[in-house]
């Protein structure tokens, strides 16, 4: 019976001790709380907010998450979500918080986010976010009534919000041009760059102001702006076996796909696909910008430069005699003597010196507030990605790289991630008309 007894006792000693080990080792006695992230900061809420959590326990597994508002001490279960069984790591969940249904009003209110897990412990994790119900709209208040634009050119509106605003900016139809916050006459404002394309009319190009607070409560209003015709060249260039025999193998080199390709399916190629990748890539460059103003009076204009083409001209390549394809120019080629210096048109940051397909050895300055320029068919670059530059600092010596037939510099001005006629940009009376006196409001 004693024995017995004793077989007893380590029996159930050895079942405790695998009882344990099974709960360790499968992550029953851990005490590591659950995470929970949300996927933005929410500071305050309006008529709707969508919100996505996730939450996530890399021991145990998640077992309960729970998600409610509450204000006036009165609580609204936004999702309740109960995990059957163990082994969930990770899991996110899409909130919808409608203040209206709901019968919230303007003011404060709190969100409170549960997470518990599988341990025997249920550890759990409670985050509570102070928020402000708003659901009033911000108001604009435009600086000047007084807006001219020309075809392919720049526009600015400066303009107040009677709230901090999350996001401003311009919709020229469906493109949109990003704001930015500065101080005009000692208070806060907004300004937009944005360009117009070379074809805009009052007719068909829709101009309007959005502002966005940080509730997403959005206002948007249609500013008088008055678009002038601008009369465009157009000529026809033929495309020679020179040309082809000398330029297309620089290109065919750049691109495997090329090969065994002709000078003119080469061309082809060129002009379309690779024109519009670059295009693409010059507005992943231009994307982000510095947010204050680093440029100062008339751009530079390459020095005693001949303009050998002009922005919005219509280029139709001739092979034997008939029309082959087409381009528009986006900026304006100038010529002097080979190698010529060429200087930052006005003070920036480089941020991209390189090779850029049919620009050649390219240089990209960010001139703030969504300003940029851009110096293509270098010989050779004189600076780096990430180098501040003074206006007439020399930053490189033009040349023939690119799709270039002869040695100049191709220079273009790009306002929002469009490229603009840069002959405004050389004109003292246009910054001054266009600018600067809606900046002294």
């Given at each position: ?37 949300l ?6 809420i ?55 249904s ?11 986010i ?81 360009a ?15 502002v ?9 209003i ?15 260039m ?51 910008s ?99 530059v ?52």
């Amino acid at each position: 019976m004693k024995k017995f007894g004793s077989y007893i006792a380590i029996s159930l000693a050895i079942l405790i001790v695998a009882t344990v080990c099974f709960l360790y080792f499968f992550d029953y006695l851990e005490r590591e709380k659950p995470a929970i992230k949300l996927n933005q900061e929410i500071i305050a809420i309006g008529k709707l907010k969508n919100v996505e959590i996730t939450f996530s326990d890399q021991k145990s597994g998640l077992s309960n998450m729970i998600v409610e508002i509450v204000q006036d001490n009165k609580g609204h279960i936004l999702a309740n979500e109960n995990i059957s069984s163990k082994g969930t790591k990770q899991k996110n969940l899409f909130v919808s918080i409608d203040t209206t249904s709901l019968k919230l009003h303007d003011g404060p209110a709190t969100i409170n986010i549960t997470a518990a897990d599988y341990s025997i412990f249920r550890n759990q994790t409670i985050e509570s976010l102070t928020v402000t119900i708003d659901t009033i709209p911000p108001q604009i208040t435009l600086l000047s009534t007084i807006n001219h634009a020309n075809q392919g050119g720049t526009c600015f509106i400066a303009y107040r919000t009677s709230k901090p605003a999350d996001l401003t900016g311009v919709y020229v139809n469906d493109y949109f041009t990003a704001g930015y916050a500065l101080m005009i006459d000692n208070k806060p404002a907004s300004v937009t760059y944005f360009a117009l394309p070379y074809n805009a009319s009052s007719a068909k190009t829709k101009i309007t102001v959005l502002v966005r607070d940080y509730a997403g409560n959005e206002t948007r209003i249609s500013p008088p702006c008055l678009i002038k015709e601008k009369k465009f060249r157009s000529d026809k260039m033929n495309l020679s076996e020179t040309f082809l025999q000398q330029k297309m193998p620089e290109f065919q080199a750049m691109v495997p796909a090329l090969q065994g390709k002709t000078p003119l399916e080469i061309f082809s190629y060129v002009n379309s696909e690779m024109r519009n990748d670059n295009f693409r890539s010059i507005q992943s460059v231009c994307q982000k910008s510095t947010p204050k103003i680093l440029w100062e009076g008339t751009f530079l204009r390459m020095r005693s430069a001949s303009p050998m083409a002009l922005f919005g001209d219509k280029r139709t390549y001739v092979v034997a005699g008939k029309d082959f394809a087409d381009s528009v120019h986006a900026g304006v080629d100038l010529a002097s003597v080979a190698h010529a210096a060429i200087e930052a048109a006005n003070s920036g940051i480089v941020v991209f010196a390189g090779p850029l397909g049919i620009y050649g050895n390219a240089i990209i300055i960010d001139h703030g507030l969504g300003i940029f320029s851009l110096y293509g068919h270098l010989s050779s670059i004189d600076t780096a990605a990430g180098k501040t530059v003074k206006k007439e600092e020399v930053i490189g010596h033009s040349g023939t790289s690119g799709l270039a037939g002869g040695d100049h510099l191709h220079f273009s001005m790009i306002v929002g991630g469009q490229f603009v006629n840069p002959q405004e940009w050389w004109d003292a009376h246009w910054i001054e008309d266009n600018i600067n006196k809606k900046m002294r409001f």
